[in-house]
């Protein structure tokens, strides 16, 4: 079966660090472009951060750049996500994706696979 399985997330206070990640079956990480992407209440879906196959290129939106780092783990088959220094604006829920191929980017309908999302909330 292939499938993204999430793990992670929770309630942090701002200027904490928090940890995601996805786990792959069913097909290889390797050779795949990797995103991680978040939904708030009442905004569409934004890419966060990009990998392409092969590790080549990664690419962050401007709001997290310097903050979060989007990684690849070959021998277990999972995709990370780590956040720091968070924010209340980065409260949203967070989904991984990926697909086959080497090129990134931050449209969602680019993604044939998806984890089930996890809620990230940044809060005093």
């Known amino acids: 079966q292939l499938q993204l399985v999430q793990s992670g997330g929770g309630l942090v206070q701002p200027g904490g660090s928090l940890r995601l990640s996805c786990a792959a079956s069913g097909f290889t990480l390797d050779y795949s472009a990797i995103g991680w992407f978040r939904q708030a209440p009442g905004k569409e879906r934004e890419g966060v951060a990009c990998?392409?196959?092969?590790?080549?290129?990664?690419y962050y939106t401007n709001s997290v750049k310097g903050r979060f780092t989007i990684s690849r783990d070959g021998a277990k088959n999972t995709m990370y996500l780590q956040m720091n220094n968070l924010k209340p604006e980065d409260t949203a829920i967070y989904y991984c994706?990926?697909?086959?191929?080497?090129?990134?980017?931050?449209?969602?309908?680019?993604?044939?696979?998806w984890g089930q999302g996890t809620q990230v909330t940044v809060s005093s």
């Open positions: 994706a990926a697909v086959e191929g080497y090129v990134c980017n931050f449209n969602p309908q680019f993604y044939d696979f």
């Open positions: 990998n392409s196959g092969g590790g080549r290129n990664t």
